[in-house]
């Protein structure tokens, strides 16, 4: 059994031994690298009037975010690296999914959001790749009515058309909802949940938290793995003047969560002395990166929103 | 200790990398095509593609004018525990086949075989059955006469013939077509579905599961192993065009269900806490596939001649 394992672990090692993830991948041509675990280092704490700014700019931010883009990816490659010990509550494959998001806010009442999603599946009998690029506006066809359409194409498929909200709307209460990105309440939950919070060398707030865990994965064949599953979320705000007001106040810039899966032992049964890898191997991740923007957009030519081709 | 040690190359040198060829029956050349799939899916299933597959394959068997299925299992359970048998230890092997044409002058025929042979210690059972029915309809289209065929294993032949009357509109599926493709349609549920790159559609899956060390399998002598169990279903459609509404729809073309036992480790040990050895290659146990392929062109006529009649008493 002890050379069993040994003769497994040598061809993984010679793949994998002191990689980064980024050096392991079925995936032709996935060039992606994950920023990862790295995070902004913060080099001071906040001041108290830093701190104030930050608690004034929270009740202000969401009236200047005209839009944010996100990026997200992930990799699960517990397929191949694990083979037929893939584990119990895992499929047979190895997944990658690419998907980014554009939300911008018009100044006509008008919110549109694109998305991109580029998935691929891939083991010893299955290699699909397959995108899907979804638009969705959101308009008011009366002051006191909004519309929600969504237009989907599925790789080479002809664009559907179809309504997928609608309702009252009152100015007052229902702007943030359907043309707002949420900004405040996001930032004030990551800056509540941060366990580390201060300021970098660029004068940006920086909000960490990092949490990580052991477990023992449960493998086919009776057989289990010790991975570390490591959570890191950051979230960074800059001083931002807006051009209406002489009180700047800080606005999140970016935010980034990163989740990652690292193998850490070798492969092991029922009562055998599990042995812990030099290097962990990293199996499986994800990251996904927002960012926001009080570009001024304009109006939106609600004519060229389409019409609905499906009821 | 060293009584696994020792049983451990004993195991191998029979059985490492054993398979239909080299099973313990001599005539034995059947060749499993395993559990790998036969076709790989290279694209997902286009919606356009999903709608006509939706609106068409629940009467698609209409258009399969015979389907064959053929099973073979195989079981070394004497073989691969050569040192933990008992008198009641076997080996077996199960050769079915199954067919139904349908004629163009209103007969439909169905044909099944079954082979079994058992080796116990010193002991060769083998026994063959086959049971065969013939349809044909009378020119009035009223009425059916239905002739069976049956060798049973004590190898005793009865020919037997009735007639029961015969509506069209509600008794052509049960006596002329194949009912297959809504069962296996059900089975494929769940599994993964896409294209392959001869535009079949694909439905595939795989399952695995492995006997927990405290419920092991039980060799002859009591002796405990770990077993796993791997299924592979594997169905594939093709896309025709009908002849009189020009309309596309989509058939089985093929289905193929394959399932294998590999013994995963040496005798379980019967000291606590001691691990279970695992063998660096599994060791085949036993397997089942099942094939199914269709077939859409005219059969021409049936020769009436060809239907045995029953013996006269």
Redesign the interface.
């Known amino acids: ?1 002890k ?2 394992k040994l ?1 497994l672990l040598i061809p993984i090692a010679s793949l994998l031994a002191g990689c980064v993830v980024t050096d392991y991948s079925p995936f032709k041509e996935d060039d992606y690298v994950p920023i990862g675990y790295q995070t902004e280092s913060i080099t001071r704490v906040m001041t108290s009037d830093e701190r104030g700014i930050l608690e004034d700019g929270l009740l202000r931010m969401d009236d200047y975010v005209t839009g944010m883009k996100s990026t997200n990816e992930e990799r699960y490659y517990l397929h191949s690296y694990f083979g037929k010990n893939t584990p119990t509550d895992y499929e ?1 494959v190895d997944s990658s999914l690419s998907s980014s998001l554009e939300a911008k806010t018009y100044n006509n009442n008008v919110k549109v959001v694109r998305e991109n999603e580029k998935e691929s ?1 891939m083991n ?5 790749d ?1 995108e899907e690029e979804e638009y969705k506006w959101t308009f008011l066809p009366t002051p006191e009515t909004y519309e929600t359409r969504r237009s989907m194409a ?4 002809d664009v559907a058309v179809t309504m997928i909200d609608t309702g009252a709307y009152v100015a007052a209460t229902d702007y943030q909802t359907r043309f707002g990105h949420n900004v405040a309440e996001t930032a004030d939950s990551l800056i509540d949940d941060s366990d580390l919070i201060g300021m970098n060398d660029d004068e940006m707030i920086i909000g960490i938290k990092r949490t990580s865990a052991s477990a023992i994965l449960e493998l ?4 289990y793995v010790y991975a570390l599953t490591n959570r890191v979320v950051e979230i960074k705000l800059s001083l931002y003047e807006p051009e209406d007001d002489s009180n700047p106040f800080y606005l999140p810039v970016q935010v980034r969560e990163y989740l990652e899966m690292r193998v850490i032992s070798e492969i092991f ?4 002395l599990a042995k812990y890898l030099d290097t962990p191997i990293i199996i499986a991740y994800q990251e996904e990166i927002v960012e926001y923007l009080t570009t001024d957009n304009g109006d939106y030519d609600i004519a060229s929103i389409p019409e609905v081709d499906i009821v | 200790m060293k009584r696994k040690l020792l049983f451990l190359p004993l195991l191998s040198v029979f059985v490492v990398g054993c398979n239909g060829q080299n099973a313990p029956f001599s005539d034995d050349e059947y060749k499993p095509k395993g559990i ?2 036969t ?6 299933l ?3 593609e999903e709608d006509i597959f939706d609106n068409t394959i629940e009467d698609s068997d209409a258009y399969l004018t015979a389907v064959t299925s053929t099973n073979e299992s195989r079981f070394y359970g004497k073989k691969v525990f050569a040192d933990h048998s008992s008198v009641e230890s076997y080996d077996e092997r199960i050769s079915q086949t199954a067919t139904f044409a349908r004629y163009e002058n209103g007969i439909s025929v169905n044909k099944n075989r079954t082979q079994k042979s058992r080796v116990y210690e010193g002991t060769l059972i083998e026994n063959e059955t086959k049971q065969d029915t013939y349809r044909v309809l009378n020119e009035t289209e009223d009425e059916i006469e239905i002739t069976t065929d049956v060798t049973g294993y004590d190898g005793k032949n009865d020919v037997e013939t009735s007639t029961a009357s015969y509506n069209p509109l509600s008794d052509y599926e049960v006596y002329f077509q194949a009912n297959v493709t809504d069962l296996i349609v059900l089975m494929a549920s769940g599994g ?1 579905i ?1 294209l392959t790159k001869d535009k079949m559609i694909a439905m ?1 899956d ?1 399952d ?1 599961s ?1 006997t ?2 405290n419920a092991p399998y039980i060799a002859g002598d009591g002796a405990g192993f ?1 077993v ?1 169990t791997n299924q592979m279903f594997e169905a594939y459609f093709s896309k025709k065009v009908d002849n009189e509404t020009e309309e596309e729809y989509y058939h089985l073309s093929s289905f193929r269900l394959y399932t294998e036992y590999l013994v ?1 480790s040496e005798e379980i040990p019967n000291i606590v ?8 290659k599994p060791v085949l146990l036993g397997y089942e596939e099942t094939i199914f392929t269709t077939k859409l062109t005219s059969n021409g006529n049936f020769k009436t001649s060809d239907i045995p009649q029953p013996a006269e008493i």
């Open positions: 059994m050379k069993t003769l047979d599946f010893d009998y299955a290699d699909v397959s599925r790789d080479s498929e086919r064949r009776n057989s049964v029922g009562n055998e | 790998m799939p076709h790989k899916i290279v694209d997902a286009p919606s356009e993964m896409g595939q795989k695995t492995t927990p060390p770990i796993e995963l806490d001691e691990p279970i050895v695992y063998l660096e």
